[in-house]
């Protein structure tokens, strides 16, 4: 049997830790996508901006503007929205992991507040946000434990597809003509 944890923490430490920042961004997104229904417009909102901003800070190599007002507001809308961090939670270590010593470094963050996700613990934790809403959703027949270990295999599973779907050839250039 293949175990899919193994192969998915080989192959973050192997794609190097720009594109393990990259990839955690995206396995981040994934629960957060599947429980919208629960956050309210702005928080869906801020969210999406919040990973859009990191997303732009890191091509920039550089906080901006955007990525200091994205944070505020996605930190704004989160006072204001009872009950959203199980939901959030993934996404925010994600950016932190992606711009936290941007972040710091303009002021936006207390160096004495750093965290220290790891792209594993992103995808582990992505993994346990989508096994807990499948869960959350089976009907009473099911057994909800058996729901949520195969949801969460079904995501690591997505997740090792996505890494190798997304993998730049090594060599530079389109790859196969």
């Given at each position: 049997?293949?175990?899919?944890?193994?192969?998915?923490?080989?192959?973050?430490?192997?794609?190097?830790?720009?594109?393990?920042?990259?990839?955690?961004?995206?396995?981040?997104e994934?629960?957060?996508?599947l429980?919208?229904e629960?956050?309210?417009?702005?928080?869906?909102?801020?969210?999406?901006?919040?990973?859009?901003?990191?997303?732009?800070a890191?091509?920039l190599?550089?906080a901006?503007d955007?990525?200091?007002?994205?944070?505020?507001?996605?930190?704004?809308?989160?006072?204001?929205?009872?009950?959203?961090?199980d939901?959030?939670?993934?996404?925010n270590?994600?950016?932190?992991l992606?711009?936290?010593?941007m972040?710091?470094?303009?002021?936006?963050?207390?160096?004495?507040g750093?965290?220290?996700?790891?792209?594993?613990y992103?995808?582990?934790?992505?993994?346990?946000?989508?096994?807990?809403?499948?869960?959350?959703r089976?009907?009473?027949?099911?057994?909800?434990?058996?729901?949520?270990?195969?949801?969460?295999w079904?995501?690591?599973?997505?997740?090792?597809?996505?890494?190798i779907a997304?993998?730049?050839?090594?060599?530079?250039?389109?790859?196969?003509?």
């Amino acid at each position: 049997m293949i175990a899919l944890p193994v192969l998915l923490s080989e192959l973050l430490t192997r794609v190097g830790s720009e594109r393990a920042v990259t990839l955690s961004l995206d396995f981040a997104e994934r629960p957060v996508a599947l429980r919208a229904e629960s956050l309210t417009p702005d928080m869906r909102e801020a969210c999406a901006q919040y990973v859009a901003a990191a997303r732009e800070a890191l091509r920039l190599g550089r906080a901006n503007d955007r990525l200091v007002r994205a944070h505020e507001d996605f930190f704004e809308a989160g006072w204001r929205t009872p009950d959203h961090s199980d939901v959030t939670h993934v996404l925010n270590s994600a950016v932190r992991l992606a711009c936290q010593d941007m972040l710091i470094e303009v002021g936006a963050l207390n160096r004495a507040g750093r965290t220290n996700p790891s792209p594993k613990y992103i995808a582990k934790t992505a993994q346990s946000e989508v096994g807990r809403w499948y869960a959350e959703r089976a009907d009473d027949s099911a057994d909800r434990r058996e729901v949520d270990r195969r949801a969460r295999w079904e995501e690591a599973r997505w997740q090792i597809q996505h890494v190798i779907a997304t993998e730049p050839y090594p060599g530079g250039g389109r790859g196969r003509s």
